[in-house]
């Protein structure tokens, strides 16, 4: 089963350029027409500085710089400006936190906002660890998922397995979007096996340890350790409370009122997923939440973390208890450390956004060789949101209504129509087709963080990374200006990093 994503639009307000471009180079005319009067005038230093601000408003309307124009551009500098101007790009916290309290949880940047919502699931013991954004009006939880092997699956076990993710894609933007799911995501991240499941698989069921065989397996097992690795996945869902108010405000108003609401959803969720084939542990509670994104921040806690949940608890609250205590979940020191790098606690990263998918016919597994190729401490999360049915056809019409007059104007003024316009209007009608047979659309995008213990082995990672993403057909970029907020959407857990859809925008 091959699949071939859509090209990434390059279509703008007229003949593929935006408003922003359109008006920089409008401006550019002007001053070049300003030039030529103060030329005429006989005033020959204020015409050259007229033309040259001429050349580098034209310039800076169809210069692109890293898959991004100069405008869009603009925004992103002058914020990441702002922010060290205001010492914004520094981030203490631990005891220096101002609000080192039980509900809330002490994170950087657009995260600081969440604080933990109480919660408990049917059976009356188990805890629930949802997130509440107080700005937002968001709750966020997390799923933690085992993955099958996909690559050594026969063909129609691959296509069913598939044709079952595509129901529960479908079900997630339908039933659940209107039950107030707005965003989910699937994280997935590789850390070390601190523990080295291999080791203790040999010494916990090693029958004769005196044997040749033994002493051999032994010393591969221990070989292997500095080497293995563990794969863990989170489906995170997102709900907008305001799409709940009704049901909250009947069930009380209160947060435990919105913690039933979510609940509600959250098990639901849970059966549509294991319907679809996939393997589940659950809701994360409050300490295994807070410990993902704690060992996120700083990876040298992974091996205390995961010494902690592999020793009896002598209490819930108890110092061996598994998890990490929710309040402590976020970084000691964090800081922006030049334009493409966010350091944390222990650690540097540095988040890709692949900006192009294969533009190539793939098979289902062509991301496979990112996961199985790379050692280093890597994590790759898709955020999507459902587009609403009836959003989906207007931004499509809008779409083909558009291409259409581009269309009849490169006609009149006998413009060249590209080979990747071409592309773009196959997909755009692709897209109406599935949307009419009942499939639903998506805005989504794939985000890359790299973590490392030192600058030199980020950079080495990071050139592993891209190499493998070029070579899978991608187009990845490292977000300059913008790792803080890079770092929330592609860490952790959390089904951040879509821009919010305006209008009836898709």
């Not at 401006?27 to 027409?33: D, L, P, R, T």
């Not at 079952?164 to 079900?171: F, G, R, S």
């Not at 989910?184 to 090693?206: H, K």
């Not at 608890?313 to 976020?330: I, K």
Request: some cysteine; aromatic content about 6%; overall charge positive.
């Amino acid at each position: 089963m091959k699949f071939q994503f859509p090209p990434r639009s390059t279509r703008g307000a007229v003949l593929g350029f935006a408003w922003s471009q359109i008006a920089l180079v409008m401006a550019g005319v002007i001053a070049a027409v300003v030039a030529l009067n103060l030329l005429v005038a006989g005033q020959r230093g204020a015409a050259i500085a007229a033309m040259a601000g001429c050349v580098l408003l034209v310039t800076l309307g169809l210069l692109r710089f890293k898959g991004r124009r100069v405008t869009e551009w603009a925004p992103v500098v002058a914020g990441a400006l702002l922010q060290r101007r205001t010492g914004q790009s520094d981030y203490r916290g631990g005891p220096y936190a101002p609000n080192s309290v039980e509900r809330w949880m002490d994170l950087p940047g657009p995260a600081a906002a969440y604080v933990w919502l109480p919660a408990t699931a049917a059976d009356g013991t188990t805890q629930i660890g949802l997130l509440h954004h107080r700005r937002e009006k968001t709750v966020t939880a997390a799923l933690t998922c085992y993955g099958t092997n996909l690559i050594l699956a026969d063909r129609d076990v691959q296509a069913q397995r598939l044709t079952d993710w595509a129901q529960l894609l479908n079900i997630l933007g339908s039933e659940y979007a209107d039950a107030g799911l707005i965003r989910w995501s699937v994280t997935s991240r590789a850390v070390p096996d601190t523990g080295n499941a291999a080791q203790r698989y040999l010494v916990n069921r090693a029958v004769d340890t005196s044997s040749d065989a033994y002493r051999s397996l032994a010393q591969l097992t221990a070989a292997a350790a500095p080497a293995a690795q563990r794969h863990e996945i989170y489906l995170s869902v997102v709900f907008d409370i305001a799409r709940l108010s009704g049901e909250i405000a009947q069930a009380g108003g209160t947060d435990a009122a919105i913690a039933a609401v979510v609940l509600d959803r959250l098990t639901g969720i849970e059966s549509a997923v294991l319907e679809a084939g996939i393997t589940t542990g659950g809701w994360l509670s409050p300490r295994a939440y807070a410990a993902v994104i704690r060992t996120q921040f700083d990876p040298d806690d992974q091996e205390v973390v995961d010494l902690r949940a592999s020793t009896s608890p002598t209490g819930d609250d108890g110092p061996t208890a598994a998890g990490v205590e929710p309040r402590l979940a976020g970084p000691v020191a964090a800081r922006t450390v030049g334009w493409t790098t966010y350091q944390h606690d222990s650690a540097f990263s540095r988040t890709l956004w692949v900006a192009q998918m294969p533009r190539q016919q793939v098979a289902a597994t062509w991301l496979s060789p990112l996961y199985m190729r790379t050692t280093c401490r890597r994590t790759v999360t898709l955020v999507a949101q459902p587009v609403p049915a009836a959003v989906a056809q207007l931004a499509t019409r809008r779409e083909k209504v558009s291409r259409a007059g581009d269309e009849v104007t490169k006609r009149k003024l006998r413009l060249v129509r590209t080979a990747r316009e071409d592309d773009e209007a196959r997909a755009v009608e692709q897209i109406d087709r599935e949307q009419a047979a009942g499939h639903v659309r998506y805005r989504y995008a794939l985000l890359v963080t790299v973590t490392a213990p030192t600058l030199p082995d980020l950079d080495r990672d990071v050139r592993s990374v891209k190499r493998i993403l070029s070579r899978a057909g991608c187009e990845a970029i490292v977000l300059a200006g913008e790792q803080d907020q890079a770092f929330a959407a592609g860490a952790l857990p959390l089904a951040r990093g879509l821009k919010p859809a305006r209008g009836w925008s898709a």
